[in-house]
């Protein structure tokens, strides 16, 4: 069949809760999370619908365990979009209820000293770009972290780890440096910002070459009615009964 960038069927079946559970299984530090169900149930349905939860949820345990202040944001989607950063629980209830029937996120806040945004095209080519997400959205990329050799290491082999398992040819890894360790922030990200205003010319020049280059060795390598999709080590491994993770 046609190869394809970033596997269509894995593209519509991931989203980021599960992703993090699956980050947690290979040994990638991620925020303590927590999916909650919708504010408003979802249409044609009633409390009779979701028999697996108990009402009321138990709001204690979840906020002890996240903690605040917190972010609140979509399981599924991108873009910034219903995004919130929470003081307390008031504000939580406040927010959540702006929500309508969006599944959420709630998830700790990780004070990071350094911050990172890492294109994986490939597999195998890494791009790791200093990123401010506290800057004005054009600024973003003006950071001007330092890391070392051995955090640029470090990050490098977790992407390429997160990107192993997920399968995707393109995506971005975001990593907050807490006290040195890096989490795993944003990682599903198969339609990446690549846009020459935002991420500067050098890391656009860098795109543009890297994902050209592995194109043209995606179609070079394409194998008339074969399978020439790209599949994750999570569905491969699950497939062939192997463990997980090593």
Sequence with gaps: GTAVINNPFWWSADEKFFNNCLATKINVPVPKTVILPSRELPSDTSDQSFSNLSYPLDWETIFNYVGFPAYMKPFAGGGWKNVYRLEDKD???????????????????????????????GGKHVRIMSYE???????????????????LKMMEEIVLRINAYLGYDFNTVELALRDGVPYAIDFCNPAPDADIKSVGQSNFDWVVETAANYAIEKAQTQQPGQDNLTWGEYVKRGASKLGLYP
């Design 91 to 121: 504000d939580f209830f406040e927010k959540h209820g702006e929500t309508g029937q969006l599944v959420m996120l709630l998830q700790e806040e990780i004070v990071f000293e350094e911050y990172y945004r890492c294109y994986c095209i």
């Design 133 to 151: 997400p506290r800057n004005p959205h054009h600024l973003r990329y003006a950071a001007d972290f330092a890391p070392s050799a051995e955090k």
